[in-house]
Nanobody, 130 residues
Framework: QVQLVEAGGGLVQTGDSLRLSCAASGRSVNSYTVGWFRQAPGKEREFVAAIARRGASTYYSEFVKGRFTISRDSAERMVYLQMNSLKPEDTAVYYC???????????????????????WGPGTQVTVSS
């Protein structure tokens, strides 16, 4: 089974940028639909973004549209989450997750449901100071 590892978290100031990466061991991340979720203290884990297995389609939650970009580098076998204009409310542990199939439905209720993903990384902390 594939194992996922996130990297790139850290402590930044409001308005700064970070790029998170997600790598897979055991099998290339290119073979998976990959998503990013985040969880702040005391809150539910929430959907951030996802990219289809074949790389053409991307999906975002409303609160990151225009600020975050998910991308796939097939040669590097990595999926990235570029986060710009960070806000204190973006502070959370960010998790990479994957599923073997593309989503048939493009409804956000489906894509943003954590139960529709199969494998999770341990998470990386992002802290945005005001």
């Amino acid at each position: 089974q594939v194992q996922l590892v996130e990297a790139g978290g850290g402590l930044v100031q409001t308005g700064d940028s970070l790029r998170l990466s997600c790598a897979a061991s055991g099998r290339s991340v290119n073979s998976y639909t990959v998503g990013w979720f985040r969880q702040a203290p005391g809150k539910e884990r929430e959907f951030v973004a996802a990219i289809a297995r074949r790389g053409a389609s991307t999906y975002y939650s409303e609160f990151v549209k225009g600020r975050f970009t998910i991308s796939r580098d097939s040669a590097e076998r990595m999926v990235y989450l570029q986060m710009n204009s960070l806000k204190p409310e973006d502070t959370a542990v960010y998790y990479c997750t994957a599923r073997r199939a593309d989503f048939i439905s493009e409804r956000m209720a489906v894509i943003g449901d954590r139960n529709n993903y199969e494998t999770w990384g341990p998470g990386t902390q992002v802290t945005v100071s005001s």
